[in-house]
Structure formats: structure tokens, C-alpha cells
């Protein structure tokens, strides 16, 4: 069964500092992979998705993630990040050609001053 | 357009009762998947429908159930609640089935005394 793995449960960086969140799925042929931000008392939103084509995805609020398959990972970057970026990222996986997002535990960004 | 909807925002019930929440879908998308959040963890897939169809299931009993509308409402029901079931419970709506981008809504957080 896909699974999903973030290993940092807590990422606190300096604003301005560039940030690296770590995603790692199980090995399947093919998979589309997602990246969710979640403030505090929140929904879910989405930042940027793979589903094919280039392997660099630049998404919405300065943020980019590369698929990387040999190494089955989805790492999300920022370059400079803001106070405003402090939230809870997650990542999804889904098994082209099934219904269901499987989740990482989450990682919990903070942004210090 | 309007995004995807939740009601209500908190509820608190007892070990034993009812409980029904309510999700109301972007205007043409077929599909609703529910997640339930635990606190400190990664959405967990509950359940799909498509077009008033259950699409697919999660590793949840049956005691959790689900309806869609045609009017892109759903509900999803639990019964014989559980202490265990306290949790965000979030709705997210896509245009088909299969693996097109969720779109969540805020949540309902559920607590079980």
C-alpha cells in the first residue's frame, strides 16, 4: 500500500532564510503527488501538485517542490520565507487511477523574527 | 465560485449518540471525499462518492456512512460514537473521480465526551 513519509515533524527557520520540507513516498509505477499548507484553524490548501511533465512545480505563494522518482521523494522548497508562511505543510500521494490521498503527518513550519 | 463549505464549524457530543455533518461542494464538481483528522496527524481518507455513488472506501467501519445530493451537498453520518472519533472532520470536492484536485473545505471539529 502507498504511504507517505515527512520526517521533520517541526521546521523552525529565521524569516528571509531559504526552507527544505522532506517528502518521501513508497515506490509505485506511476503517482501524482501534492503539497497542502493548513493555518491554523483551516481547511487544507493546495500549493502546487505533480502530475507529469517537468519535474521542477512551481506553485502559488513563492513555493516549488521537484519529483525526484529514483529517489521517491517530493521535497518543498522556498527560497525566502515569511512570518506568513508559518503553518502546517502536508503531503499527499495518489496512485494514478485510484480515488484516495494518502498524507504525510505533516510538518510544522515556523517562521521566526 | 464559491468554495467548499462545511457546517457546522464545532460539535460536541456524547459517547453513544448520532452525530451528522454537512458539506456543501464547489458548484459542478461530482465528487466528495471525507477525511477525518486526528489531532497532530495527516487527514485519513474515509470515504468517496461520485455522483451520488459511493466511489470508494476507507479503513473506517461501517458505523461512518455517507450521502451526496444532487444539489453537491453531502453529508457524513456516524453513529455509536466513540471517544476515538473526536477529530476535524474535512470535506474535499473535485470535478471527477479519480485523482483530480481536492479542493477542502474549513471543517467540522467534532469532540466525543
Known amino acids: 500500500a502507498q504511504s507517505v513519509t515527512q520526517l521533520d515533524s517541526q521546521v523552525p527557520v529565521f524569516e528571509e532564510a531559504p526552507v527544505e520540507l522532506r517528502c518521501n513516498y513508497s515506490s509505485s509505477v506511476s503517482v501524482y503527488l501534492f503539497w497542502y499548507v493548513q493555518y491554523p484553524n483551516q481547511g487544507l490548501q493546495l500549493l502546487l501538485k505533480y502530475l507529469s511533465g517537468s519535474t521542477l512545480v512551481k506553485g502559488i505563494n513563492g513555493f516549488e517542490a521537484e519529483f525526484n522518482k529514483s529517489q521517491t521523494s517530493f521535497h518543498l522548497r522556498k527560497p525566502s520565507v515569511h512570518i506568513s508562511d508559518t503553518a502546517e505543510y502536508f503531503c499527499?500521494?495518489?496512485?494514478?487511477?485510484?480515488?484516495?490521498?494518502?498524507f504525510g503527518t505533516g510538518t510544522r513550519l515556523k517562521v521566526l523574527a | 465560485e464559491t468554495g467548499v463549505t462545511q457546517s457546522p464549524t464545532h460539535l460536541i457530543k456524547t459517547r453513544g449518540q448520532q452525530v451528522t455533518l454537512r458539506c456543501s461542494s464547489q458548484s459542478g464538481h461530482n465528487t466528495v471525499s471525507w477525511y477525518q483528522q486526528a489531532l497532530g496527524q495527516g487527514p485519513q481518507f474515509i470515504f468517496q462518492?461520485?455522483?451520488?455513488?459511493?466511489?470508494g472506501r476507507g479503513n473506517f467501519p461501517p458505523r461512518f456512512s455517507g450521502l451526496q445530493f444532487p444539489n453537491y451537498s453531502s453529508e457524513l453520518n456516524v453513529n455509536a460514537l466513540e471517544l476515538d472519533d473526536s477529530a476535524l472532520y474535512l470535506c474535499?470536492?473535485?470535478?471527477?473521480?479519480?485523482?483530480?484536485?481536492?479542493?477542502f473545505g474549513p471543517g467540522t471539529r467534532l469532540t466525543v465526551l
Open positions: 499527499a500521494v495518489s496512485d494514478q487511477g485510484t480515488y484516495k490521498y494518502i
Open positions: 462518492y461520485y455522483r451520488e455513488e459511493e466511489n
Open positions: 474535499a470536492s473535485s470535478l471527477g473521480s479519480g485523482t483530480d484536485t481536492q479542493y
